[in-house]
């Protein structure tokens, strides 16, 4: 998009035989054509200013708009003013859409200036840097009221029409590649632009429920600890170029999580064209914040495609765990369950398990057998190995 205005720029530039510069609404700079003439007067102060600093001080905002430039629809002759630091007379080009103003492209004046049919074809060029402008501002409008609907929307016609709704609003975009983010918990803003996220087309803010206490074995497991309280999540609709280039989504994840705070991870749902799986791509992003909470080693960043094991016990009801290892997720038992943890993620293998652990193996025998006194499962069964894994598992969610 920036090249798209530079070319507008040197265009214009190119047309009138002077450099062009082009602000935003807001005298913010965009572009700026190359200056290379040996008249030094060129680079008055008012240019120099907006091209190092990349914006107008009050002053000369305050005398250029007094001209009426916010309404104008063509050339504004604006002579110079000393005392507001407006060293040159100027044309100003308003740029416009649909009858909005979204900008101004800037000429410094001379006598005789351009003519009445150079002026014409500059406009006209205003007009195109307009739609672009005008593009670029749809494409960063807060969307979050849009997206949330499709988030929580069940499956039927208010699904259908929030979807429709959204895909109004993001206008050709919304038939594109996308990867649907979430970061979780979010503690800032309720929903950041999307300007200042790179890719992102859409954001909002909902509740979120992350894992329910402490990991097995970690500091601290062992004392009585209440769940989070109520957290929010931040949901971002991220446009890919290619289905085998997340990157986009990565580093819209990694951008927001930096502002979210250490306890904040991300999880990035399979990348979809069009809009119609939006619901799924949530529960698929959703899910894989919440095993990167679970299972520091896969976070802090979590792709859904990447999540093995825990792509299916994501999807399990969380109804608390089976009566079967109740027990054993006792607070006094968490070096237990966190041994049968270790013994079963090493494929049953004691030498490798009693090495993690710092263990002898004679002691990880015992703990083994006290753990099947617990639970009442065989460990030598692959079906109670099976449930006992997928338990210890779930329990971190």
């Known amino acids: 998009m920036k090249g798209d205005y530079q070319e507008l720029v040197d265009e214009i530039s190119a047309l009138l035989g002077t450099p062009a510069t082009l602000e935003n609404r807001d005298f913010g700079l965009i572009a700026f054509g190359a200056h290379d ?6 680079m008055d102060p008012v240019r120099t200013r907006s091209i190092l600093t990349r914006k107008s ?3 000369v905002r305050a005398w250029f ?6 309404r104008a629809t063509g050339p504004v002759r604006i002579p110079a003013a000393p005392d507001a630091g407006v060293y040159r007379d100027r044309i100003c080009l308003p740029v416009r859409h649909r009858g909005v103003v979204l900008g101004y492209v800037w000429l410094l004046d001379a006598d005789p200036g351009p003519s009445h049919e150079r002026l014409t074809a500059a406009m006209e060029v205003a007009a195109r840097i307009g739609e672009l402008l005008a593009d670029e501002e749809r494409a960063g409008a807060d969307l979050s009221r849009e997206l949330r609907a499709v988030l929580t929307a069940e499956r039927g016609w208010q699904y259908d029409m929030a979807v429709a709704a959204l895909r109004t609003a993001l206008g050709p975009d919304a038939d594109g590649l996308h990867a649907l983010v979430c970061v979780a918990p979010w503690t800032g803003e309720d929903s950041p632009s999307p300007r200042t996220v790179p890719g ?9 429920r992350g894992p329910g206490g402490p990991h097995l074995g970690a500091p601290g497991a062992d004392e009585a ?3 989070p309280g109520p957290q929010r999540s931040l949901a971002v609709l991220v446009r890919l170029r290619s289905a085998d280039n997340p990157s986009p989504a990565d580093t819209a994840a990694g951008r927001l999580r ?6 904040a991870v991300a999880g990035i749902a399979a990348p979809r064209r069009g809009l119609g799986e939006l619901d799924l791509c949530w529960r698929e992003a959703s899910a894989a914040a919440r095993a990167a ?10 792709h859904w495609s990447e999540l093995g094991a825990y792509r299916l016990l994501t999807a399990l009801p969380q109804a608390g765990p089976d009566p079967a290892v109740r027990a054993l997720l006792a607070p006094a038992h968490t070096e237990l369950a966190r041994t049968a943890e270790v013994f079963l993620d090493h494929a049953g293998q004691a030498g490798r398990t009693a090495a993690a652990l710092g263990i002898h193996r ?7 057998s006290r753990v099947e006194q617990l639970t009442g499962l065989e460990l030598d069964s692959g079906e109670d190995r099976l449930l006992l894994h997928m338990a210890l598992k779930a329990a971190r969610l």
């Open 293 to 302: 909470h679970a299972q520091p080693r896969l976070g802090p960043l979590a």
């Open 362 to 368: 004679q002691t990880l025998y015992y703990r083994l």
């Open 225 to 227: 600890a209440p769940g």
């Open 57 to 59: 001080t009050p002053a």
């Open 200 to 208: 992102a087309a859409a954001l909002c803010t909902l509740p979120w």
């Open 37 to 42: 003439s040996d008249d030094d007067s060129a």
């Open 65 to 70: 708009e007094g001209f009426g430039i916010t």
């Open 258 to 263: 930096g502002t979210a705070g250490p306890a």
